[in-house]
């Protein structure tokens, strides 16, 4: 399977605990995005990454969220101190060089917070 | 900044009738236009996208849109929908010289037999 990759699919935790979701792009793909939706909304978007770096947070909630996409391995986006209002599904997205391209999307990481 | 509008959350079609999704965008930029399908507990699908020349745009699955400058459209349309086209459609744009999607709020389109 050559597809963005997200894991895991369901993710549950407790108010307070850590949420850690993965995400390795499309081979051949250097570019990475993440979005949330939340119920009954559309996917908005959070933060845009290449291999080490963070090109565009502007949608990046300002406390307990963070994200990176290192040399080696896939992105990670990483919830701290986790809330019920973090409960969305979470979607990354990886495209290739130019803005042309369009982005794939993966079948996200359903997070529940109990 | 962009914004979509989707202007219906839902849309009813019969089985091999025709269908129509309507977007409209703002943006103070060139932007490239693009339609996404969701199906229950997936990711986004990619069906077509705009990004310059003619104004209408081929996608899979049979589905089409027109992009429209004037009027700040781009709608999709399928002359005639199965019911495996149930799911939801969700209309985005990016600035052409940008990276990240607007969505729209999505359509879910209910194909009933």
């Known amino acids: 399977n050559a597809g963005v990759m997200q894991n895991p699919r369901h993710l549950v935790r407790r108010r307070g605990q850590e949420a850690r979701l993965r995400c390795s792009p499309m081979?051949?793909?250097?570019?990475v995005y993440w979005y949330r939706q939340l119920p009954e909304e559309g996917l908005k978007f959070m933060v845009y990454?290449?291999?080490?770096?963070?090109?565009?947070e502007s949608g990046m909630p300002k406390e307990r969220f963070s994200a990176e996409f290192p040399k080696e391995g896939p992105s990670i986006l990483r919830i701290q101190q986790v809330v019920r209002g973090d409960s969305a599904a979470y979607f990354c997205?990886?495209?290739?060089?130019?803005?042309?391209?369009?982005?794939?999307f993966g079948d996200g990481t359903r997070l529940s917070i109990l | 900044a962009q914004s979509v509008t989707q202007l219906d959350s839902q849309v009813p079609v019969f089985e091999e009738a025709p269908v129509e999704l309507r977007c409209n965008y703002s943006?103070?930029?060139?932007?490239?236009l693009f339609w996404y399908v969701q199906y229950p507990n997936q990711g986004l699908q990619l069906l077509l996208k705009?990004?310059?020349?003619?104004?209408l745009v081929k996608g899979i699955n049979g589905f089409e849109a027109e992009f429209n400058k004037s009027q700040t459209s781009f709608h999709l349309r399928k002359p005639s929908v199965h019911i495996s086209d149930t799911a939801e459609y969700f209309c985005?744009?990016?600035?052409?010289?940008?990276?990240?999607?607007?969505f729209g709020g999505g359509t879910r389109v209910l194909v009933k037999p």
């Open positions: 997205a990886s495209s290739n060089i130019g803005t042309e391209q369009p982005q794939h």
């Open positions: 081979k051949g793909h250097s570019h």
């Open positions: 990454l290449q291999k080490e770096n963070i090109i565009d």
């Open positions: 943006s103070s930029v060139s932007v490239y």
């Open positions: 705009y990004l310059s020349g003619s104004t």
């Open positions: 985005a744009v990016t600035k052409a010289a940008g990276n990240k999607l607007t």
